[in-house]
């Protein structure tokens, strides 16, 4: 599985807007519905709160990857934001969140839900490649980069 498969490009920013965990939340949902205008983007937001209120999403290291399970989707959803500024997230190092890797899964899908966090896992926990998405200029640079890092991995 390579993250190419379930990230499309229109999915993709280097410049998220919000400023608190909910609109990053809604902005990366956002983001999906580029991918897919046929989701319910309510159920969305709400499937990606429900995990947090579990607990953080938020990784460390200034990366969070919010993910869900929910019927509301057919197959395996991604997008991806960047905040220059980061993102109070909650992260268990306390320090601003700067990238987001979202996945929403289908409800039945526990195997592919964790095989796809395990490659998202692999390929941001790498600080040469976070520097990378970090000084990425546009949203296709950063696409380009998760796509060919993935591809190396």
């Not at 309510?42 to 460390?60: C, H, M, P, Y």
């Amino acid at each position: 599985m390579h993250i190419a498969e379930f990230l499309d490009k229109t999915a993709v920013t280097a410049d998220l807007k919000a400023t608190n965990k909910p609109g990053v939340l809604r902005e990366l949902v956002g983001l999906a519905l580029k991918a897919r205008p046929d989701l319910d983007p309510n159920v969305l937001v709400d499937t990606l709160i429900a995990r947090e209120k579990l607990q953080s999403t938020g990784i460390g290291d200034g990366y969070a990857i919010p993910h869900g399970k929910t019927n509301a989707v057919p197959t395996i959803i991604a997008c991806v934001g960047r905040s220059a500024g980061g993102v109070d997230f909650q992260s268990h190092d306390g320090k601003p969140t700067h990238l987001f890797f979202t996945l929403l899964v289908p409800e039945s899908s526990h195997a592919l839900h964790l095989k796809a966090l395990a490659r998202v896992s692999r390929l941001i926990r790498e600080t040469r490649i976070r520097e990378s998405l970090l000084n990425a200029k546009t949203s296709a640079e950063l696409y380009d980069i998760i796509v060919s890092e993935d591809a190396r991995l």
